[in-house]
């Protein structure tokens, strides 16, 4: 016996080793003996809640066919009754249908037989990160990142903390801006790969005749250019975690493709002649409504089942206005510090025109708002009138506007007549912008910038 074995022996069983064939748990237990780890081994369901009972584990490998039940029930069971133990589940090659149920019953990840030194290496390396984490007390680490005490926010943060423990795919869903790459570079950074690389790829950005070699890499010469072997998005995400962001641009080729890795958890780049083992966590996102893609063959439906295992809906903005002021107070206190411009505050009306606005791109148009209302306001208090809310996505702040010629031409409607005031003003005042802007009741810096967005030329400088 080696002396990393007797190292393992002497710190008692860490893995539960559940199949009926004697072989298979021998050699699962030699293999984990080599990664420092003792195990037990059960052969029916009945042994293995019995020893659960007795004893405590750190993981739980589970074939998925027993002779008094199935892996799944073993799953449900010890996600009910042994919540903070991670289970793995072992599926006959080419089973995933039965690898993505368990993923939804609650395991930790999946094995695929034969297993390999390799793959359990990777499923060991995870699950420890996450019970030493939990050692160290992770539940207390930051989660200011998506920021909102709205019942919606809460939820999406207690559920990204469960998320965070497992390895199953997460498909994000929500508008664009609503937040879904902060809420995936959480779920990494709040799980055990937190160490390893966060990869977000764009699919929508990838012209389809570079995708695979991005994606995959390519060996030297493998096509026209390519005068160095090159590392795709897999082998760059190797341990940690891939995001694919707008997966619902990837064409029909692609997919295929993709699913395979998936699957498989092997890629080839171009031009080589050997498979690449990957161990990757992957998250996707899209604002597109993939189920529609599916009903109308332009997305893949077992590629669908395999990317939306678990589904995170980031709501919009408008659904959570009541997170607007603390949203808003952080973004103006960054975005000052990145400017060098002093601290600033929204005003009461400044603040009730944001709460009735639709933000049709949600968290990311209220940054940029920000960002020009705080070039544009004087002084430390950021009015109503910097914001320069479309008029179109306003609620019911907008109820009482006169009526116009034509959503169509509402627009053009407002600057003409915003364009006829200013010009006025400017008149009255001799052309001088300071006493025009008094007179209008709004900054100078504001009163600037809306001469230049309307066009319009004054006749005299200050």
């Known amino acids: 016996m080696t002396q990393i074995e007797r190292r393992a022996r002497s710190s008692g069983p860490d893995v539960l080793i559940v199949d009926d064939e004697d072989d298979i748990r021998e050699l699962l ?17 009945a042994e293995a809640r019995q020893l659960l009972g007795e004893r405590r584990y750190r993981l739980c490998l589970t074939d998925m066919r027993l002779p008094d039940g199935d892996g799944l029930e073993l799953v449900r069971y010890i996600s009910e009754n042994v919540r903070d133990l991670p289970v793995a589940v072992i599926t006959a090659f080419g089973s995933m249908d039965n690898a993505v149920t368990a993923l939804k019953a609650g395991a930790f990840d999946y ?12 499923l060991v390396k995870s699950v420890f990160s996450v019970n030493a984490k939990d050692d160290e007390d992770r539940g207390g680490k930051d989660n200011s990142s998506l920021t909102g005490e709205s019942p919606a926010m809460q939820q999406v943060r207690l559920l990204i903390g469960k998320l965070a423990r497992s390895q199953a795919p997460v498909f994000i869903s929500g508008e664009s801006g609503s937040g879904k790459e902060r809420a995936a570079r959480m779920i990494h950074d709040l799980g055990p790969r937190a160490a390893a690389p966060f990869v ?143 601290a600033a505050h929204l005003s009461a009306s400044a603040l009730k025109a944001l709460k009735a606005y639709a933000f049709p791109g949600n968290v990311r148009e209220l940054e940029n708002i920000l960002e020009r209302a705080l070039a544009l306001s004087s002084g430390n208090a950021i009015e109503a009138e910097d914001l320069l809310l479309n008029p179109d996505d306003m609620g019911e702040a907008n109820l009482s506007a006169p009526a116009t010629p034509g959503k169509a031409d509402l627009q053009d409607y407002l600057d003409e007549v915003e364009r006829h005031v200013i010009a006025d003003a400017l008149e009255k005042a001799g052309g001088n912008r300071t006493a025009a802007a008094r007179a209008l009741g709004v900054t100078f810096r504001s009163l600037r910038y809306r001469l230049e967005r309307l066009g319009i030329k004054e006749p005299t400088r200050d």
């Open 111 to 122: 094995l695929s037989k034969p297993v390999s030194i390799e793959q359990l290496r990777a």
């Open 200 to 342: 977000a790829v764009n699919c929508g950005a990838i012209p389809e005749n570079l995708m695979e070699s991005e994606f995959f890499g390519a060996k030297k010469g493998a096509f026209t250019g390519a005068d160095c072997d090159r590392q795709g998005f897999f082998q760059a995400a190797h341990g940690g975690t891939l995001f694919l962001d707008e997966v619902g641009d990837l064409p029909l080729p692609m997919q295929v493709k993709l699913l395979r890795v998936i699957q498989e958890k092997k890629f080839r780049r171009l031009g080589d002649t050997v498979e690449t083992a990957v161990d990757v966590r992957i998250l996707s996102a899209t604002h597109q409504n993939l189920k529609a893609m599916v009903d109308a063959a332009r997305f893949r439906q077992d590629l669908f089942y395999r990317l939306n295992v678990i589904e995170l809906r980031m709501p919009a903005l408008r659904e959570r206005s009541e997170d607007i002021p603390q949203l808003a107070e952080i973004l103006l206190a960054r975005l000052a510090e990145s400017s060098g411009l002093p």
């Open 29 to 45: 237990e030699l293999t984990l003996l080599r990664l420092g780890l003792a195990s037990d081994g059960a052969a029916t369901l």
